[in-house]
């Protein structure tokens, strides 16, 4: 299998529930990162983690825990969960995550639609 | 901080028409840029990477340029076909900040 890997696909959820999202990238890349897509909003960088270092949070609130066991795996753990919290979580991964010259180009798994009751 | 604005919001010509789709960043030292396209429901593809000092990229029907001077970026879609119907989404960062800014992407639609 290539490419990007996010399962599940669509998860329907109460606020009370905990449940979590994985992404598996078969790239060889060292940065992972959780994206947010809300309606008509741009897309919202949430995480990055740079050869299973988190490297980038980005004020997102503690009920989504993120991990990285290794760098090809990537989870985004979620507790507690509002309704407003609904949207398409994507993974992505980059060849590296240094200062100066950028990522590389970035690949996106096809996301996990997330419901939250 | 960062801003982009991707005009048109919505586009829709007829199939075989050439089209141009434009992004601009409120920052205009955009270091690099990439052009994605987002099926309804689905995750980003990418389409190009224009990096460094590199001004232009080319991909089949597809053509992007940056002009660094303005921050302002275009892709040009030759040829349009109905599979082409899509998001259109631009990104593009900074020397020295890695993280992507976004725009809310062009929504394409070709007519057969």
């Known amino acids: 299998e290539t490419g990007v890997t996010q399962t599940p696909r669509h998860l329907v959820m109460g606020m009370t529930n905990k449940k979590s999202l994985k992404c598996e990238q078969h790239l060889g890349h060292n940065a992972m990162y959780w994206y947010k897509q809300s309606a008509k909003k741009p897309l919202e960088l949430m995480f990055v983690y740079s050869l299973e270092e988190r490297v980038e949070n980005n004020s997102v609130p503690s009920r989504f825990s993120p991990e990285c066991p290794n760098s090809s795996h990537l989870f985004l753990h979620l507790h507690t969960l509002q309704p407003e919290d609904s949207a398409l979580y994507l993974c992505?991964?980059?060849?590296?995550?240094?200062?100066?010259?950028?990522?590389?180009?970035?690949?996106f798994g096809e996301g996990s639609r997330l419901t939250v009751l | 901080k960062q801003e982009v604005t991707q005009i048109p919001a919505a586009l829709s010509v007829p199939e075989g028409e050439n089209l141009v789709l434009n992004c601009s960043f409120t920052d205009s030292a955009i270091y690099n840029l990439q052009w994605f396209r987002q099926d309804p429901g689905k995750g980003l593809t990418s389409l190009l990477l224009?990096?460094?000092?590199?001004r232009e990229q080319t991909s089949g029907r597809l053509n992007a340029s940056l002009d660094k001077s303005s921050g302002r970026s275009t892709l040009y879609i030759a040829a349009s076909q109905p599979g082409d119907s899509a998001t259109y989404l631009c990104a593009g960062n900074n020397f020295g900040n890695e993280k992507l800014t976004f725009g809310t992407g062009t929504r394409l639609t070709i007519i057969p």
């Open positions: 992505a991964s980059s060849p590296w995550w240094t200062g100066g010259p950028g990522t590389g180009e970035l690949f």
């Open positions: 224009i990096q460094s000092s590199q």
